[in-house]
């Protein structure tokens, strides 16, 4: 298999401006997740997705974040009219339940820095 | 709601030593337990994980952990660190059962590593 991708693998942008983000999964996997890792913590939990459909959002996905998953392959991750605090890494990561048992796949992730 | 805590955040070590890190969760059914690793300005890469079955789990790069559920522990050793382990570690539990599998992440824990 080849890994998860993401892209760009850093993008900086100043306050305000738009930005998109894409992450191809692992293929075949029907699950993807999103998190963002600030300086000095853990990953947390932004959105899921099984196929295409949107299943759980965070309450850290503020009306600025959308995400899509068009046809259940790969997806973007847009931030909307940026703020500095949303300055982290975003990670993306991929799954395929297997009965109970389920193991996610991180790609390298994007290192935003807002102006 | 499910937690994780490492109760360190920088453990330094010599080289050939042996290491354990720490972690310890929160959970209210069966948990699903997992390392990761993190070099710098990287994305997550697993070292190993526990579903079910035997307590004590084997990963990559001669990691084990031993999962204790009367102290809601999950701990990684190595019995000889090299050089090339210094890199930030991650525990994160995952909801067992028929939920989705997303993750909950510890703080983490930077491993400095000295010749």
């Known amino acids: 298999d080849t890994g998860v991708s993401q892209d760009p693998r850093h993008k900086i942008t100043k306050r305000g401006q738009n930005v998109t983000f894409r992450c191809d999964p692992i293929?075949?996997?029907?699950?993807l997740y999103w998190y963002r890792q600030t300086l000095g913590q853990g990953p947390e939990f932004l959105t899921y997705?099984?196929?295409?459909?949107?299943?759980?959002k965070s309450r850290l996905l503020s009306d600025r974040f959308s995400a899509e998953r068009p046809k259940g392959s790969f997806s973007t991750l847009e931030i909307q009219r940026t703020e500095q605090g949303d300055s982290a890494m975003y990670l993306c990561?991929?799954?395929?339940?297997?009965?109970?048992?389920?193991?996610?796949?991180f790609g390298p992730g994007t290192r935003l820095l807002v102006l | 709601a499910q937690s994780v805590t490492q109760p360190d955040i920088h453990i330094t070590v010599s080289e050939g030593a042996s290491l354990e890190l720490r972690c310890n969760y929160s959970y209210g059914a069966t948990p699903y337990l997992f390392w990761y690793v993190q070099s710098p300005g990287q994305g997550l890469q697993l070292l190993l994980k526990?579903?079910?079955?035997?307590?004590l789990v084997q990963g990559i790069k001669g990691f084990e952990a031993e999962f204790k559920r009367s102290q809601s522990s999950f701990n990684l050793r190595k019995p000889s660190v090299h050089w090339s382990d210094a890199a930030e570690y991650f525990c994160a539990v995952g909801a067992g059962g028929t939920s989705y599998g997303k993750l909950t992440f510890g703080q983490g824990t930077i491993l400095t590593v000295h010749p």
């Open positions: 997705f099984q196929n295409e459909a949107q299943l759980e």
């Open positions: 990561a991929s799954s395929r339940r297997q009965g109970y048992q389920e193991t996610q796949y």
């Open positions: 526990y579903f079910s079955g035997d307590t």
């Open positions: 293929s075949e996997h029907n699950r």
